[in-house]
């Protein structure tokens, strides 16, 4: 049987057999995948006018990975070429971009597309996906690929921020034409994306001033050029797949023993570990930060994972600079010159950095009500406030037909990220053939299913839930979501989650016919 043959005209055929929205490395992953599986009729949405996800939004200076690039790629498409072991954003884009050529995904390619509800037809058992534009694409099997910072912070979550008259710059709209050469600037934040900017400007700008609302844990990277030498080595077949595999059999190990390790053992033994690294912390501290007060506030008093830990070798030693001035005064408002803190002072700016955060795919506001409806009106973002975040192996909803999402509740396990979209994607993508196997018009996980996946996940997080919630709930963190929930993290190891994404009994599915659909779906048999 071929599935590439597109469906036939006729009043109820859907423009696409198969849509993906996003064309990050979760979307170019289902692309690739499709292609393999024989699925030809397919588009790739994309909002902006290139692929590569976050590494075609952000540009912002020090932009780089914080995993070595040995573990940030594709297991079909593992490159010897990197320039750096941690390469910097440019070339990352590039890479991506070079994925979607050789695999011939541009022709699947749709750009500058912004889709804003997602709405399943009933009556004719197809996607109807609505743009930003006004145009309708409608699709039979719909993969969402949108990662795990869905949309950035629009409001920062602190009054006057229109306000300010001088250069607003944010990580995922950096405006490159505006010098801030000589210039005063504030940064808000000090997450993964600040850790990156504070160094790279902080040469550059007159006065520097961080905000910090909570210390991040700053490691040392072991960055540097990877010589030629280096590269033939990467470049001997099955190499870096050794490496790779040895990396996630350890990460794997991790969190196999956390879930399945006792609490009596889990509790004494986490909260010795954060007390003993919050101590070699604060020791590490001691040797970069040349001023005591400041070596105080950037000391953590929260476990080296409970929020996300960061790499660099140059953002603690940024503040031993004489125009980098930390401050932890809360910030009261932005005012038309700068920022002004409870204590009284208001400092003044010719540019402000807003490194405030995302949206993230583990918190349920990040759902709007309205934009996702399923079956007989489900609505996934009432859903998810009113039931809290779940779905079948992270991907599936019942009530959703014909739709996976790559990036869904309890998914990370660990790994880096393209080996974690490969694994869904490929869930994804064996549901749907074996849906066009079947001539079926509905794929649907069973609620019997569904429901039996959670209890089981709800009862092994036990222990990822006493890290966050009980030893390390006084520090915001994302790994946290709004309702308490941890559920950005799979309580599994790497290898279960991929056995279960890949081998998923296909029967934790229903299919369904609509006959007269069917025939077309079916046309290339």
Do not use: C
């Not at 309708?136 to 869905?150: D, E, P």
């Not at 609620?447 to 092994?460: I, S």
């Not at 006084?474 to 790994?479: F, L, Q």
């Not at 309702?483 to 998923?504: H, I, M, V």
């Amino acid at each position: 049987m071929s599935f590439s043959t597109p469906l036939s005209d006729g009043p109820s055929a859907p423009d696409h057999q198969v849509a993906v929205i996003g064309a990050g490395p979760g979307g170019l992953a289902a692309g690739v995948k499709l292609k393999r599986a024989g699925v030809g009729d397919f588009v790739i949405i994309e909002r902006a006018d290139e692929v590569g996800g976050s590494w075609q939004e952000n540009t912002y200076p020090g932009l780089g990975v914080d995993i070595p690039a040995i573990a940030y790629q594709y297991s079909f498409a593992r490159n010897s070429g990197w320039s750096r072991v941690f390469p910097y954003g440019a070339e990352v884009k590039r890479y991506h971009m070079d994925v979607a050529r050789k695999f011939g995904l541009y022709p699947h390619l749709r750009f500058n597309t912004n889709v804003l509800r997602e709405e399943w037809d009933d009556t004719h058992n197809y996607w109807k996906l609505h743009t930003a534009d006004g145009t309708i694409i409608t699709t039979r099997f719909l993969i969402s690929a949108v990662g795990a910072f869905v949309r950035p912070k629009e409001d920062p979550g602190i009054s006057g921020w229109k306000s300010f008259k001088g250069k607003i710059q944010r990580p995922s709209n950096w405006d490159h034409d505006y010098d801030h050469t000589g210039k005063k600037v504030g940064i808000i934040g000090t997450g993964a994306s600040a850790v990156q900017i504070i160094p790279s400007i902080a040469p550059e700008v007159a006065e520097l001033v961080v905000f910090q609302r909570t210390p991040v844990w700053s490691l040392p990277k072991p960055d540097f050029a990877m010589p030629e030498a280096g590269r033939r080595v990467l470049g001997v077949p099955g190499l870096q797949a050794v490496v790779h595999g040895g990396v996630l059999v350890v990460a794997d190990l991790v969190l196999r023993a956390a879930v399945a390790a006792p609490m009596s053992v889990v509790r004494p033994t986490v909260t010795a570990f954060d007390r003993w690294t919050i101590a070699a912390y604060r020791r590490y501290l001691k040797r970069i930060i040349d001023d005591p007060a400041t070596e105080a506030q950037l000391a953590p008093n929260f476990g080296v994972v409970a929020k996300r830990p960061t790499m660099s070798n140059g953002y603690l030693k940024a503040f031993n600079r004489d125009n980098v001035t930390l401050t932890t005064d809360p910030i009261e408002k932005i005012t038309p010159r700068g920022i002004k803190t409870r204590d009284g002072v208001e400092h003044k700016f010719d540019m402000i950095v807003l490194a405030t955060g995302y949206e993230v795919f583990s918190d349920p506001e990040t759902y709007r009500p309205g934009t996702i409806l399923g079956r007989n009106g489900f609505d996934l973002g009432k859903f998810y406030t009113e039931n809290g975040m779940q779905a079948y192996q992270s991907v599936s909803v019942p009530s959703l037909p014909n739709r996976w999402t790559l990036v869904g509740p309890y998914s990370w396990t660990g790994s880096g990220w393209h080996a974690f979209v490969e694994m869904t994607a490929d869930h994804a993508v064996r549901a749907i053939k074996e849906g066009i196997r079947r001539g079926a018009t509905t794929v649907e996980v069973r609620q019997d299913a569904h429901d039996a996946y959670h209890r089981k996940t709800l009862q092994r997080a036990e222990a990822v839930r006493f890290y966050f919630n009980e030893l390390n709930g006084h520090v915001p963190t994302y790994y946290r979501n709004s309702q308490g929930d941890s559920t950005y993290l799979r309580p599994s190891g790497f290898f279960e989650a991929r056995r279960g994404n890949r081998k998923f009994p296909l029967d934790d599915y229903r299919y369904e016919k609509q006959p007269a659909v069917a025939d077309r779906l079916v046309a290339g048999a």
